[in-house]
């Protein structure tokens, strides 16, 4: 069993920076990617960002690029996102999720395998 921990989370207002952290936890833990959702009130959860655990290929949301990096500290367990220059509109909750096995769809939230309780992010214009 794996568990996944956020943190990082909190108020800011537009044009600031936060770090959000992932730390895994469990008997063993090696999944193919590890991935950042977000949900606002009354929306459905969108992908963010997403890293391939085992190599340094990453994915990102449109609306994200350029402005978020994610990265992962594989001796740590953990995986970052790294958000710079953020909006009013990047205010949700924050998941991190594990994949464990390979697929295409590495944006779709039914491929992961395990989610955090999320930590939220709120910004202020």
């Known amino acids: 069993q794996v568990q996944l921990a956020e943190s990082g989370g909190g108020l800011v207002q537009a044009g600031e920076s936060l770090r959000l952290s992932c730390a895994a936890s469990g008997r063993t833990f090696s999944p193919y990617i590890m991935g950042w959702f977000r949900q606002a009130p009354g929306k459905e959860r969108e992908f963010v960002a997403a890293?391939?655990?085992?190599?340094?290929?990453?994915y990102y949301a449109d609306s994200v690029k350029g402005r978020f990096t994610i990265s992962r500290d594989n001796a740590k367990n953990t995986v970052y996102l790294q958000m710079n220059r953020l909006e009013p509109e990047d205010t949700a909750v924050y998941y991190c999720?594990?994949?464990?096995?390979?697929?295409?769809?590495?944006?779709?939230?039914?491929?992961?395998?395990?989610w955090g309780q999320g930590t939220q992010v709120t910004v202020s214009s």
């Open positions: 999720a594990a994949g464990i096995a390979y697929s295409s769809s590495n944006n779709a939230p039914r491929r992961y395998n395990y």
């Open positions: 890293h391939r655990w085992g190599g340094s290929t990453t």
